[in-house]
């Protein structure tokens, strides 16, 4: 992957199952962001480091959020921006 942020996004993408006693139901909670890392003129070495604070984060936020909803799913990754 080239590491110029101009071509990047980060990408933060989650899924939550959570059982509804009430309804006896299980509702799907969702949402993503995405940020353009052109903004940023991130050299390739600060998109490195950006890349592995950015992973260890988010693994964080999704073993808190195991925690409390075990049917959950945290995807966060750079991505070359889609052409």
Excluded: C, H
């Excluded at 110029?4 to 980060?10: G, R």
């Excluded at 006896?24 to 991130?42: H, K, R, S, T």
Aim: aromatic residues 6%.
């Amino acid at each position: 992957m080239d590491n110029s942020s101009k071509d990047l996004v980060a990408v933060e993408e989650i899924l939550i199952a959570v059982e509804v006693s009430d309804l006896n139901d299980v509702v799907i909670l969702q949402g993503q962001a995405i940020v353009d890392l052109a903004e940023f003129e991130l050299t390739p070495q600060e998109t490195v480091k950006f890349k592995k604070i950015f992973e260890k984060v988010n693994t964080k936020l999704a073993e808190s959020l195991y925690e409390q909803f075990p049917a959950t799913s945290v995807i966060s990754e750079i991505r070359v921006k889609p052409q």
